[in-house]
């Protein structure tokens, strides 16, 4: 058995020599067999061992009769021994988290481990997954319906910090290892109840597929869980390198980003959810758990036949579409990305302000200054597309005028366009999603609406030959 954990050793790169490791001990035979075993390895590693033990406190005698029995065993190796005590029962009893006991023990071994790792500073934490563990992991995860993530299994390396030295060897080997070594371990009475789902994989399902369907069952499903991490490593590399060439990462430093959805939707379906998870991920900083329900929302979102809507996530995130882009957003739930601001910030009420030339006034709404003056001639800068300043006909003009949001029935004549159409129709048209309407400075007259800041002038306005007023508007 020393010889096949080797082998797993350098296989999966789980030592590198020199290493101060933490040895997780529960006093069961797993455990047990992966302190004795790196104890037998360490002078040839150079290693240097702790122990970490934790006493949930739900067996009481046998609980404490498990922590002896590990202290004295690391006593007899020279090993150092921490030791933690904690009632997973009064922890869940004040709320701490609506989780099971077997997932709040869980989370507080390996809070644990962690913790201890940093004070002694280990670079490894070495755990007692086997074989028969892995299978048992794989079947449980495939009837829970997961996806390669799941079917990967326990990985024998995690987070290059935890490692499982004995993944390839079996609970037989195991039991035959400690029996000829004279160790003695400990029975966790709960692993004989079938309360838990993975106790009756354990004692029912496993027998039952061994007996009737595939007597090498566990080695076939060690197997698959082989299989699927490579597969599943290429898919996280290709949809790692589709977010580097689309410099999400380094987009996403700040609150959020964008992105065409054609981009997303033009790549194949598995590697959709790839990328989708990751801008998640990169959007959550890795403080709030990706599901595959979050990940089905946004592609749904992008694929539907509406062009607008949102998703919200945890921590305040919220992925909207609005029409052909998909923006990504954390904080506060009206507040776009930078790259989307425009013209205006949040959502604000209704304004309205009167324009007086030359001079200037504030849009408090909108942390914004109208400025006005008259020039001598139209400013190049002053026109097109995406501007803040235009210069008009002043003597087109039908005052007063006013800077302010949009109001029902607004209507509008586009440049080089006859007859006006709705503000609301040409919103619609020009794909301007409908949360940024409102913040939309328009400069408007008596008779219609005049300019649409930083999209369009009135043709009714617009400065041509005969021209012999220039007024300039600019929004700083």
């Known amino acids: 058995m020393l010889n096949k954990i080797r082998h797993s050793v350098q296989k999966f790169g789980m030592l590198q020599g020199g290493e101060h490791v933490v040895v997780a001990v529960s006093g069961g035979p797993d455990s047990v067999s992966l302190l004795q075993v790196l104890a037998l390895l360490a002078p040839e590693y150079g290693l240097t061992l702790t122990a970490a033990h934790l006493n949930h406190g739900l067996r009481g005698a046998e609980s404490d009769a498990e922590e002896r029995l590990v202290c004295r065993l690391c006593g007899e190796r020279g090993i150092s021994c921490a030791v933690k005590r904690v009632n997973l029962t009064e922890l869940r009893q004040r709320g701490r988290r609506r989780r099971s006991l077997e997932d709040l023990g869980r989370e507080e071994r390996y809070s644990f481990f962690s913790a201890l790792g940093e004070r002694v500073g280990a670079s490894r934490i070495a755990l007692g997954h086997h074989r028969e563990d ?15 993530e799941g079917l990967k299994g326990i990985l024998p390396v995690r987070d290059g910090i935890f490692i499982r030295p004995l993944i390839e060897v079996s609970r037989e080997e195991i039991l035959t290892f400690l029996l000829t070594q004279g160790i003695p371990f400990s029975e966790d009475s709960s692993n004989t ?137 954390r904080g506060r739930e009206d507040t776009p990305p930078a790259e989307t601001a425009g013209t205006g910030g949040g959502i604000p009420g209704q304004f309205c302000y009167p324009i007086e030339f030359p001079g200037c006034v504030e849009i408090k709404e909108l942390g914004r200054i109208v400025r006005t003056a008259f020039v001598e001639k139209a400013h190049r800068e002053a026109a097109g597309e995406g501007s803040l300043a235009v210069c008009l006909d002043f003597d087109r003009v039908q005052m007063p005028l006013t800077i302010r949001n949009r ?11 006859k007859g006006t159409k709705k503000l609301k129709n040409y919103f619609i048209d ?3 999603p409908r949360r940024r309407r409102d913040s939309i400075p328009l400069l408007a007259d008596r008779q219609s609406v005049v300019w649409i800041a930083g999209h369009r002038l009135s043709e009714r306005v617009s400065v041509n030959k005969n021209t012999k007023h220039i007024a300039k508007i600019e929004i700083i």
């Open 430 to 432: 020009e794909k301007i």
């Open 407 to 417: 109001r029902e029935g607004d209507r509008f004549q586009p440049s080089g366009m």
């Open 134 to 148: 892995q299978a048992e992991t794989v079947l449980m995860n495939l009837i829970r319906g997961s996806g390669l």
């Open 193 to 329: 109840r079938d309360v838990f789902l993975r106790n009756r994989i354990r004692h029912q399902l496993i027998p039952l597929l061994q007996a009737h369907y595939n007597p090498r069952i566990v080695d076939a499903l060690n197997r698959t869980a082989s299989i699927v991490r490579r597969e599943d490593d290429c898919l996280e590399t290709t949809a790692r390198r589709i977010l580097d060439a689309w410099q999400i990462p380094d987009s996403m430093a700040g609150e959020g980003a964008a992105l065409d959805i054609s981009r997303l939707t033009g790549i194949p379906e598995a590697l959709q959810h790839r990328v989708v998870k990751g801008l998640l991920e990169h959007l959550l900083s890795g403080s709030f758990r990706i599901t595959s329900r979050h990940i089905g929302a946004v592609i749904d979102l992008c694929r539907g036949e509406k062009p607008a809507g949102d998703v919200h996530l945890p921590g305040q995130a919220v992925v909207r579409r609005e029409y052909g882009r998909l923006i990504l957003s």
